[in-house]
């Protein structure tokens, strides 16, 4: 029955900024097995894990965007990328691209969001890589208008370009479209192929088709070059 009540701790309670005693707002609100963290205000990481760690927690729910009600948040994502916390849920940049929600990632963008972040469960890919090999077009605009280099490689050593190029059954043209606009290098190599050099050998006419309109030269004779 006890784990059925509603119970409210206080985290901190200081406007505007932490008091020497007393971080800024936020609470923890444990119900029948679930914790949710309402309201991250500076200083409040440190009380939380008191009764919960990042990782145990089912929520984080911010009432507004003041830093005295989200500055913590920071931190947390810091600690959910490189300290010793496994998230159950990808994180909220990551989950958007995956969803191909444009408008989310520009807001969370805006937010802050670091749109060069390394994603995915090992950490291995990124959001540019991630929406081209997804076709996530719009995606993929929103990324290069925040500034992500379009030959950022990501931690497995693969171009988006290449992905865009390859991935699904005839790839991305769209997006294939929008790398190279933003100036993507149409000769740069992953695992020692260009983008048309995969996209021949996987017997994808169309793409290759496009990337030669576009001015990929032709492979030559020999092995392919390193990267």
């Given at each position: 029955?006890?784990?059925?009540?509603?119970r409210l701790?206080?985290?901190?309670?200081?406007?505007p900024y932490p008091a020497a005693d007393n971080p800024c707002s936020g609470y923890l609100v444990s119900c029948g097995g679930g914790q949710v963290w309402v309201d991250a205000g500076s200083g409040t990481l440190g009380p939380l894990q008191r009764h919960a760690r990042l990782d145990e927690l089912d929520a984080i729910w911010i009432s507004h965007l003041h830093a005295d009600h989200c500055a913590d948040l920071l931190t947390a994502h810091?600690?959910?990328?490189y300290a010793d916390v496994r998230l159950a849920a990808p994180i909220p940049l990551e989950e958007?691209?995956?969803?191909?929600?444009?408008a989310e990632v520009a807001r969370l963008v805006a937010a802050g969001a670091d749109p060069e972040q390394p994603i995915g469960e090992y950490r291995e890919t990124t959001p540019l890589c991630l929406a081209a090999?997804?076709?996530h077009t719009a995606v993929v605009r929103v990324l290069l208008a925040a500034g992500v280099h379009p030959d950022a490689r990501n931690?497995?050593?693969?171009?988006?370009?290449?992905?865009?190029?390859t991935a699904g059954r005839a790839g991305h043209p769209a997006a294939l479209d929008l790398l190279l606009d933003a100036g993507a290098d149409i000769e740069a190599r992953t695992r020692g192929r260009t983008a048309l050099e995969w996209a021949d050998g996987f017997g994808l006419t169309e793409t290759?088709?496009?990337?030669r309109g576009r001015g990929a030269r032709p492979a030559g004779a020999g092995s392919p070059q390193p990267e």
């Open positions: 029955m006890g784990n059925d009540l509603l701790t206080v985290l901190g309670s200081a406007p810091y600690g959910a990328l958007a691209v995956r969803r191909g929600r444009a090999a997804s076709g931690g497995l050593g693969h171009l988006p370009l290449v992905l865009a190029a290759a088709r496009r990337l």
